[in-house]
């Protein structure tokens, strides 16, 4: 079955310092994976997507994700935090193999300290 | 890219009424979303809005509560019909655009039952 685990409800960081948003997703098939972020009383936004080319992605607002099979991972990564990053974010997996499905992760609430 | 159009961005209503929400977009679609999004939690897919066929329902929800109506490729409408406290939630819009099959998103209906 496919799935998405998002490992911390929760981070805070300091601004300037890096941040990590860890996902694991499990999929039968070569899955597409995507992240949002959702800023207070907004819709969501998509951040990046991995869709089967490089495995190093690059996204808007300094994030990167890094796609490992070997580790079903796909964490989130900016090297240094901005207040305005402070949002939830949203680890999500596609198989269109079987249908026009998306599943999505728990998320997680990210703080920025001052 | 996709840009999606919600109304109404909020609402507060009463026990027992029905609320009516429309999602625009700008280009022709095939598949339309309709998610939940309940306080603090991810999203949940409410049903599938094809044009031209019945919506398709995810477990747990049910056409007489969460109606829906798709007249036309770029408009949606859902219902969400006697309502109680417990539907007090986000409620999004999402359409699958680009080369990549991405989700793209309204600003989504903030509904708050009292």
């Known amino acids: 079955a496919q799935s998405v685990t998002q490992l911390d409800s929760h981070v805070s960081v300091s601004e300037g310092t890096p941040v990590l948003l860890r996902c694991n997703y499990s999929?039968?098939?070569?899955?597409?994976l995507f992240w949002y972020v959702q800023h207070p009383n907004k819709g969501l936004q998509l951040l990046l997507k991995?869709?089967?080319?490089?495995?190093l992605v690059k996204g808007i607002n300094g994030f990167e994700a890094e796609f490992k099979k070997s580790e079903t991972s796909f964490h989130l990564t900016k090297p240094s935090a901005h207040m305005s990053d402070a949002a939830e974010y949203f680890c999500v997996v596609s198989e269109w193999n079987t249908g026009n499905q998306f599943y999505f992760g728990t998320g997680t609430s990210l703080t920025v300290i001052p | 890219s996709a840009v999606i159009s919600q109304k109404p961005s909020r609402d507060i209503c009463q026990r027992g009424t029905s609320l009516t929400i429309q999602c625009q977009v700008d280009?022709?679609?095939?598949?339309m979303f309709w998610y939940r999004q309940q306080p603090g939690q991810s999203l949940t897919l409410i049903a599938t809005a094809n044009q031209g066929s019945e919506a398709t329902y995810e477990s747990g929800f049910v056409i007489d509560k969460f109606p829906i109506s798709r007249p036309n490729l770029t408009f949606s409408t859902l219902t969400v019909s006697n309502m109680s406290p417990e539907d007090s939630s986000i409620y999004l819009c999402?359409?699958?655009?680009?080369?990549?099959?991405?989700?793209?998103f309204g600003e989504g209906s903030r509904l708050t039952v009292l």
């Open positions: 280009s022709q679609v095939t598949m």
């Open positions: 999402s359409v699958v655009g680009g080369a990549t099959g991405e989700l793209f």
């Open positions: 991995y869709t089967s080319a490089a495995t």
């Open positions: 999929s039968s098939y070569s899955p597409s």
